[in-house]
């Protein structure tokens, strides 16, 4: 009697439902994603799934605390290949590496950037760690500036009472960083963040979705602004 040949196992199987779960995302959208449906594509049952994510929510809260984390390693990787003395040199090298992960890893941007998935609602208590790491390289180096003596800026808006205990939270994840530092650095993340969404999303006239030029024109703008000669 023949025996029935058992199912081969999927090694890091957490890991491959991940990475089942953004090629989903990249096909069909994140609004789309669904647990079932990767567990066809795996060939396993959905109640291996739920061993790692009982539900699609949980799912999509890994995938965007690892989005977050990725986005944050490129971020300080690009700070730190920098010199500390040479702020202007990190200043740029933080802007290009912001872009070029957008551009690399557009799904991940738009899930953690874009348009909210109908239903969702991320705990912040779990995602927020990674979301306030992701832009540190850029609030690091604008207090840099600032503790220098050249942060062109000498004013901030005053926090209104009902955003104070959440930017108390904000700033206990920061770390030590002077108020006025904080408020420049949120504007420039604005700024450059606005022209990678338009241009990922083609919406970028009359360039489309090679804003270059554009993007570097308005890093060189930013520095001219805030940063002191």
Do not use: C
Request: aromatic share 12%.
């Amino acid at each position: 009697m023949v025996r029935p040949v058992k199912k081969k196992q999927i090694p890091h199987l957490q890991e491959a439902i991940k990475e089942t779960a953004w090629k989903q995302i990249t096909e069909l959208g994140a609004p789309a994603l669904s647990l079932r449906a990767i567990a066809r594509e795996l060939k396993i049952t959905a109640p291996a799934i739920y061993n790692y994510f009982p539900d699609r929510d949980a799912l999509v809260t890994a995938l965007i605390i690892d989005a977050f984390t990725s986005f944050g390693d490129s971020q300080l990787e690009a700070r730190d290949s920098v010199a500390k003395e040479d702020l202007v040199g990190r200043f740029k090298a933080i802007g290009i590496a912001y872009r070029n992960w957008a551009h690399t890893y557009q799904q991940r941007y738009q899930l953690i950037f874009g348009t909210p998935i109908p239903n969702y609602e991320p705990p912040i208590e779990k995602v927020f760690p990674s979301s306030a790491r992701s832009i540190m390289a850029l609030f690091s180096v604008v207090e840099d500036f600032r503790a220098a003596g050249k942060l062109n800026a000498d004013s901030f808006p005053e926090v209104k009472e009902e955003y104070k205990v959440h930017f108390e939270m904000w700033m206990a994840q920061v770390g030590e960083l002077h108020p006025l530092s904080h408020f420049v650095a949120m504007i420039i993340w604005a700024r450059v963040h606005g022209i990678v969404s338009l241009e990922i999303q083609g919406n970028l006239p009359p360039f489309g979705r090679s804003g270059d030029e554009l993007y570097l024109y308005e890093l060189a703008s930013i520095a001219e602004q805030f940063i002191k000669e």
